[in-house]
């Protein structure tokens, strides 16, 4: 059985130009907890997916400044997971969870 923190780990898949190009190197990008270590990242993808994961990479992306309608706002900081897969292994992102 899976456990519900798996869930609250990760966030989302990240679809975009550079995640599709990384996933030709058996890569996968997910939106994270910021609080998520590496460890925990590993055993929630491969609890969810049923995969075997090589390495886990993160990053965060700091939050930026936008106006809208002339009002400042900011975006809130954002903690990504480039996550590399046993060779043989995948994962179809867009079937979601």
Request: zero cysteines; a positive charge.
């Amino acid at each position: 059985m899976t456990d519900l923190r798996h869930y609250d780990v990760i966030t989302s898949p990240v679809i975009t130009e550079k995640a599709t190009l990384v996933s030709e190197q058996n890569k996968v990008v997910f939106n994270v907890a910021k609080t998520a270590s590496k460890p925990e990242i590993k055993a929630a993808v491969e609890a969810l997916f049923g995969v075997k994961v090589k390495a886990v990479n993160t990053l965060v992306r700091k939050g930026k400044v936008k106006r809208f309608r002339g009002t400042i706002g900011k975006q809130n900081d954002v903690k990504k997971a480039i996550v590399t897969l046993v060779d043989g292994e995948s994962v179809d992102v867009t079937t979601g969870l």
